[in-house]
């Protein structure tokens, strides 16, 4: 048991709020707040340490960790200091990671690709003898997600693929990494109070009363790196089917495609890392009397998903001590918006909390 031994792939806004999410955590052992499951088998989150990380960018490439977490255009805020670390951050290679568009904003959002030689991946998660990797690459990123979840298979390296770009729920790939005997988890990670498991809980309430939902849209904007990337439209496919397949498996019968709308859908700078969503639902009850729901969402976009990616980490860890490999369903379906299979929030919990008792 121990430590988790983690390489971060993407030093963006998301590995700076998981990092000083943990340090938070550690300085504050007994503030559940944020934690979804305080204990996974004897691991904490604090006992979860970066020992590779990854990026292209030339403001994080070849520096220390926290100095890359902390470098622009990352801007998630957090409460917890950034980790102390002798990790320096290594080149990547970049194949399709960065959007042409990147380079064309304000001065301190310029992205320029570092000019140093990529590394050998697959040897560096070797040498550093990682055990869980976690993905936190822009969305669009198809080849180099594909690139980064092969070398995890050559390295006997755990994935936690916590982007859009289905791996962990494509068959062939769940196969390979059951054949190599390594556990993953993904795709796409769930916020812990975020839009998808709002949205999914309140169609679920509608079905349960007996409300037949007609029509429904999800609208976010953000200032954050991610929302910038996802203005150029051809990157989103892989997002758009990801948000609303989460909220379609909710429903007892799909709602028709032009009945239901769910995306990114502006980049708004002043935002920084504050994600804002509109939600919309449109139903009718008892006698055809026509129901209509609003909410709105605000959140700090980032640090919402760290705590659900410390339970994805922390669970794939205690499948790999207990040797279990492939695609791990209950935990994909309860933190990833595109798990291999879906499951609802309770039913996906209970069987969480069954296989770690099961192990105690
Ligand atoms: N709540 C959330 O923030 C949330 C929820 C679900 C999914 N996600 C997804 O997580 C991913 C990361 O989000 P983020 O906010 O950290 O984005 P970000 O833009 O802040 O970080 C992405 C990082 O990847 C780096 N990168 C690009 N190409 C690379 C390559 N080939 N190799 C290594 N590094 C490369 C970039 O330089 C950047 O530092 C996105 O795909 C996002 O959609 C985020």
């Not at 902390?70 to 290679?93: H, I, K, Q, T, Y």
């Not at 492939?326 to 209970?350: C, D, F, N, V, W």
Request: a neutral charge.
């Amino acid at each position: 048991m121990g430590e988790i031994r983690l390489a971060v792939v993407g030093v963006g806004n998301c590995a700076a709020a998981l990092l000083r999410g943990i340090e938070y955590h550690r300085a504050r052992p007994d503030d559940g707040a944020g934690l979804m499951l305080p204990e996974v088998g004897s691991y904490r989150p604090w006992d979860i340490r970066v020992v590779a990380a990854f990026d292209v960018d030339a403001r994080k490439v070849d520096r220390p960790l926290a100095e890359a977490l902390a470098a622009p255009p990352n801007c998630a805020a957090g409460d917890g200091p950034l980790p102390e670390s002798d990790v320096r951050v290594r080149m990547g290679p970049v194949l399709d990671g960065v959007a042409a568009h990147m380079a064309d904003y304000s001065a301190d959002r310029a992205f320029r690709v570092s000019d140093a030689e990529p590394v050998d991946v697959a040897r560096v998660l070797r040498d550093s003898r990682a055990q869980v990797l976690v993905n936190y690459l822009p969305v669009g990123s198809e080849a180099a997600s594909r690139h980064y979840a092969a070398c995890c298979l050559e390295a006997g390296v755990s994935l936690v693929n916590c982007m859009p770009a289905f791996i962990v729920s494509d068959p062939a790939w769940g196969e390979r990494f059951r054949r190599a005997g390594i556990p993953c988890v993904g795709d796409d990670v769930k916020s812990q109070v975020g839009a998808t498991v709002i949205h999914r809980t309140l169609a679920r309430l509608l079905a349960e009363r007996g409300a037949r939902l007609e029509r429904t849209y999800q609208l976010n904007t953000g200032g954050n790196t991610d929302f910038l990337n996802m203005l150029e439209r051809s990157r989103l496919a892989s997002k758009k089917v990801s948000k609303t397949e989460a909220v379609q498996s909710a429903l007892a019968e799909p709602l028709p495609a032009d009945r239901i709308h769910i995306g990114p859908s502006d980049y708004v700078p002043w935002q920084g890392d504050n994600k804002v969503c509109f939600l919309r639902l449109e139903a009718r009850g008892f006698g055809g009397a026509p129901i209509a729901f609003e909410a709105r969402l605000s959140v700090q976009d980032s640090p919402n998903s760290g705590g659900v990616a410390v339970d994805a980490i922390r669970v794939c860890q205690v499948a790999r001590d207990r040797g279990h490999a492939g695609p791990l369903l209950p935990i994909s379906a309860y933190t990833m918006k595109h798990p291999p299979a879906q499951m609802s929030e309770p039913e996906a919990r209970a069987a969480i909390e069954a296989y770690l008792a099961a192990g105690r």
